[in-house]
């Protein structure tokens, strides 16, 4: 079983080094990770235009519940995949690409998308532009998800058809039109399948099953490992009552109208919905490739939102930042916030408790009631001294 992998987007302010530079707070982040628990990759994030304090408090609870909202697309998306490729692990790995990327590539080579989501614009403008491209990213695979299952329930009906036993499958290539009588004011033929173990009980009893049956008029058309088929006459004015009768006695009457040209047209029928179902099943895997790296973009780019929003509310202005990628793994993830937390618990100031090492409590109440105050009740993750979300792309 390979190992998950895990994400960190760290944020720290550059005055964790002694110079305030970028370059060397990247390295003293990549330092406190240590080689032995990730790797650390730079993660640009550009800066954007900052409203009120409200209005970033605001943002933070939106992106939050967006973020959710994201995940949940992903997830669903890769559902799709899977019930299209019908579980093939290497084939659904070779859809899940960004930007034609594998997705730790596109991580790795971030660069914040100016085309689809412009940096000048005000930040509320930007959510609500990845809001509605994630929505329609999730109506359209569901629409074109749903389109497949009923074309595909439609052909594996059309199928069961041709190869069931003779209690529910087509007549159609089986029964001649000269066993019919056709054309009769008082006569009708009836087409009865009866399990093999019964066959015997039937011819004893069929003709005294109901008035009016024709005597010896049954006879078998065909055979299954289950199932004869025999075809009865009786006086149309009995039929009903023949006919629950025969489903009393455990038999099956099978609704049979010839048709001429039917057989020809069933198999038309079969080959047009195959051909269909194809078509669909193509333009949803498309689909579903296409979608599933347009919403993890949109998911990683509110990620970024997430960490300039929160920097700024954490840090303050001016900016002077650098965020960082962390590549772990699920085994590892604790030992990497652990150190983190260790080299960085200060950063808390004195909105944290601590225990007599100076380490930041991880119970402090009066600091989560803050941080429900300050509009991250939300949040999944434990509450910590810098700026830091974890994620995991399945």
Known sequence: MSKITKYLLVSLPTSISPANDHDEALTALRSAVTTDYGSVFPFQIPEFKIGTLDALVQQADELAKLE?????????????????????????????????????????????NKVKYRADKP????????????????????????????????????????TGNLSNKSLTAIVEPSILIKDSEYL????????????????KSYET???MVVPRSAQAVASDDEFTLFAVTTFKKHS??????????????????????????????????????????????????????????????????????ETVLRYGLPLSFVCGLVRTTQKLVKKVRNSLDGSYSYLGGNAFGRDKKGRVTKDDS????????????????EYSAYVCYEFEIK
């Not at 009708?188 to 011819?203: G, Y």
């Not at 489903?247 to 057989?263: A, L, Q, V």
């Not at 599933?292 to 780019?301: D, F, I, K, P, T």
């Open 68 to 112: 959710l909202g994201c995940e949940s697309v992903v997830g669903k998306v890769g559902d799709s995949l899977k019930a299209i490729l019908e579980g093939d692990e290497d084939k659904i790995a070779q859809q899940k690409t960004v930007n034609d990327k594998p997705v730790e590539q596109y991580l790795k080579t971030f660069h914040w």
């Open 123 to 162: 930040l509320g403008e930007i959510i609500d532009i990845l809001q509605k491209e994630i929505s329609s990213i999730d109506n359209d695979v569901k629409s074109k998800h749903n389109q497949y299952n009923q074309v595909k329930t439609t052909l594996l009906a059309l199928q069961r058809k041709q």
């Open 188 to 203: 009708e033929t009836h087409l009865i399948a009866i399990p093999k173990i019964l066959v015997k009980d039937f011819i």
């Open 209 to 211: 099953l109901s008035p």
């Open 240 to 309: 009903l009552e023949f006919l629950h009768k025969c489903r009393e006695s455990k038999w099956t009457p099978r609704d049979f109208k010839y048709k001429e040209g039917g057989k020809e047209a069933e198999q038309r029928e079969i080959d047009q919905v195959g051909k269909e179902e194809r078509k669909v099943w193509g333009e949803a895997l498309r689909l579903g490739r296409t979608a599933w790296g347009e919403a993890v973009m949109a998911w990683v780019h509110v990620l970024a939102l997430r960490v300039f929003v």
């Open 366 to 381: 009066s600091t989560s009631a803050e941080m429900q105050a300050a509009g991250h009740a939300g949040d999944a993750v």
